[in-house]
C-alpha cells in the first residue's frame, strides 16, 4: 500500500512542506528512507521501528521504502518521526489513510513512544496554514508556537499513543502545556542610573534615531558596558512585523515558550571568544547565529580588538545588507541580520592610554588597535570617547533625562524619516543609498562649502562624507528641522573624526 502525511523542514527563517510518503512492497526485508536526508532524518528509520514494536505494531519482513519529496530540498531536523510513523502505519493498512487527509504532523519520538518539541515550529505551521491546511498534529510543548498562528487547528499530543487515539476515536487529549521556563528577556536598564557621561548619551540618542554603528573607546570602568546596556532602553516598540520575525528566529533556536505582549529588542553580547560560525550561523543543526539573534535590536561588542579576526570580518557582509548568507558544504541558508551595531574598546591593553598610568609602548598599541580592519572601522558612523566620571557626577543629584524621554524624541525621529522614505526601499537615514542622498540631505550654498572644508581637513573618503550627510539628518531630525545646517554638519563631523584622532594619537 502507499500513504502520504504532510510535515515541513526549515530553509533559513522560512519552511519548506514536505510530503512523507511510504510504501510497502514484497522483496528482500528492508526499510529504506531516500529524498536528501540529514544525518538526524536517516536516524529515524531505527527511532520508528522501535517505537511502533512498543505500542504494538511489528513491522513485517517486507520492503519498506519512504521518500520524503521533494528530493532536492535537503530534509534536516528533528520533526519527521511522528510523520514518517504515522505514513508507515498508514501504508501496513494499520490505520485510515483518509484520517490523516490534509493534516499536518510533526514532532520527535523517543523509544518510549514521548513525543518531543521540535525547532522552527512557527515558521512551519505558517507555511502549512499558507498551503491550505487548517489542521496539525504537533508536540503539546510546541503548542505556544501554534496560538500564534490563526486559521489553524492545533492539536498537541505528549505520546504516539494520544496521537493513534485521536486519530481512530476523535477524543482530543490533554492540552495543558508542560511547564516550560517562559521567553523573559532581561530588564533594560535606564539611562536614569548612567551618572555623568553627556557626550556618549548624545551619541546613542543619535544611533537610536538613525540606526547608526556605535563605537566607544575608553578606560576601564569608565561606563562602556553600561551605556551599551542603556542603549536598547530608547529604541521604539516592535512593530508586529517585527515581532513576528523574532518569533520565527526563536522557535528555529528552539526556545518553546513565548510571551508575545511581552518580547521585546533583544541585546546580544557574545564574549570575545565566540567562532565565526557562531557568529554567523551554520554548524551541523544549521542555527542562526548572533548577528541574526540580535535582528531587530542590538549587538553589542565588548573588548572589540579581543575579537578575532575572522569573527570580526563575518560582520561586514550584515553591516551593509541586512542579512547573512551562510553557505557550507550541503547547504546554502539566508538568514536577516538587521541590527543596531554597538562595540567598545579600551585604547590600548592595559587601557589608560593616554594617561601617564599607561604602561603600554606605542608599537604596542599599534598593534593592539591593528587587530581592527580599517574597512570594518569606516562602517562605524558614530565614534565616542568615554571619560572617567568624577566624584562629584556619582555622588551628586542627578538631573540626567531618563530613557522615556530620550525615547520619545528618537520615536519622533523615526516617525519622520518612516513618512519621508514611505516609497523608498529603505527605513533609517543609515540605509539611505548614494542615489538620492543630495536629494533628502539638501544642503545651502554656505552648508556646502563647509563640508567641503571639513572633507579636505579630515581627508575624508566617499564613505566617510556619506556617513556624515546621514549622521547629520538624523540630528536635524532630533531637532525637528526640515534642512541639513552646517551645525548639524558639524556636530555628525565631530563624532565621525574622533576614531581618525584616536588612531592617529597612537603613534
Not at 508536540?139 to 496521537?163: K, Q, T
Request: some cysteine; hydrophobic content about 40%; proline content about 5%.
Amino acid at each position: 500500500m502507499f500513504s502520504q502525511i504532510k510535515c515541513g523542514t526549515i530553509r533559513g527563517l522560512k519552511a519548506t512542506m514536505v510530503t512523507v510518503e511510504a510504501d510497502v512492497s514484497d522483496g528482500l526485508p528492508a526499510f529504506d528512507m531516500v529524498g536528501s536526508l540529514s544525518g538526524e532524518v536517516k536516524e529515524c528509520r531505527e527511532r520508528v521501528r522501535t517505537v511502533l514494536n512498543t505500542v504494538g505494531y511489528t513491522l513485517p519482513a517486507r520492503h519498506i521504502t519512504v521518500n520524503l519529496s521533494p528530493a532536492d530540498v535537503r530534509k534536516s531536523g528533528n520533526g519527521f518521526d511522528l510523520p514518517v510513523a504515522c505514513s508507515v502505519l498508514c501504508a501496513l493498512g494499520s490505520a485510515n489513510a483518509q484520517k490523516f487527509a490534509g493534516i499536518f504532523i510533526c514532532g520527535e519520538l523517543r523509544l518510549s513512544g514521548e513525543v518531543l518539541p521540535v525547532r522552527g515550529m512557527l515558521p512551519m505551521l505558517l507555511e502549512a496554514r499558507d498551503n491550505g491546511i487548517r489542521k496539525c498534529i504537533i508536540p503539546r510543548e510546541n503548542l505556544c508556537e501554534a496560538m500564534l498562528v490563526p486559521d489553524i487547528e492545533a492539536i498537541g499530543v505528549a505520546s504516539f499513543s494520544e496521537l493513534l487515539d485521536y486519530i481512530n476515536t476523535g477524543r482530543i487529549p490533554d492540552q495543558g502545556m508542560s511547564e516550560t521556563a517562559e521567553l523573559n528577556e532581561d530588564s533594560y536598564m535606564d539611562f536614569k542610573e548612567l551618572h555623568g557621561q553627556r557626550i556618549p548619551r548624545r551619541a546613542c540618542e543619535i544611533a537610536a534615531a538613525g540606526m547608526h554603528n556605535l563605537l566607544m573607546y575608553g578606560p576601564p570602568g569608565a561606563g562602556k558596558s553600561m551605556i551599551a546596556k542603556c542603549l536598547p532602553s530608547i529604541l521604539p516598540p516592535l512593530t508586529e512585523s517585527e515581532k513576528l520575525e523574532l518569533m520565527k528566529i526563536y522557535s528555529i533556536c528552539g526556545r518553546l515558550r513565548f510571551s508575545y505582549d511581552n518580547i521585546r529588542r533583544p541585546f546580544r553580547s557574545p564574549h570575545h571568544t565566540v567562532t565565526a560560525v557562531a557568529m554567523s550561523g551554520g554548524g551541523n543543526s544549521v542555527v542562526p547565529g548572533e548577528i541574526t539573534m540580535a535582528h531587530n535590536g542590538v549587538l553589542f561588542l565588548d573588548e572589540l580588538p579581543e575579537f578575532r579576526r575572522d569573527v570580526l570580518e563575518v560582520l561586514r557582509q550584515p553591516l551593509e545588507e541586512g542579512k547573512i548568507n551562510v553557505v557550507r558544504n550541503r547547504y546554502q541558508e539566508e538568514y536577516p541580520a538587521e541590527f543596531l551595531f554597538v562595540a567598545a574598546m579600551n585604547p590600548c591593553r592595559c587601557g589608560y592610554y593616554p594617561s601617564p598610568k599607561c604602561i603600554c609602548s606605542a608599537p604596542s598599541i599599534q598593534h593592539y588597535l591593528s587587530r581592527i580592519s580599517q574597512p570594518l572601522l569606516d562602517r562605524f558612523d558614530l565614534c565616542v570617547q568615554t571619560k572617567r566620571v568624577d566624584f562629584t557626577e556619582l555622588m551628586g543629584e542627578s538631573d540626567d533625562e531618563p530613557s522615556e524621554q530620550i525615547r520619545e524624541r528618537v520615536i519622533m525621529a523615526l516617525e519622520i524619516q518612516k513618512e519621508r522614505y514611505a516609497d523608498e526601499s529603505f527605513t533609517f537615514n543609515s540605509q539611505v543609498t548614494s542615489r538620492v542622498i543630495e536629494e533628502y540631505c539638501r544642503l545651502s550654498a554656505e552648508t556646502k562649502e563647509y563640508m567641503k572644508q571639513l572633507f579636505v581637513a579630515e581627508e575624508l573618503t566617499a564613505r566617510g562624507y556619506y556617513k556624515i550627510l546621514k549622521v547629520a539628518r538624523t540630528i536635524a531630525d532630533l531637532a525637528g528641522e526640515k534642512d541639513v545646517t552646517r551645525s548639524h554638519i558639524a556636530e555628525a563631523g565631530y563624532f565621525r573624526s574622533l576614531d581618525r584622532r584616536f588612531w592617529e594619537v597612537r603613534g
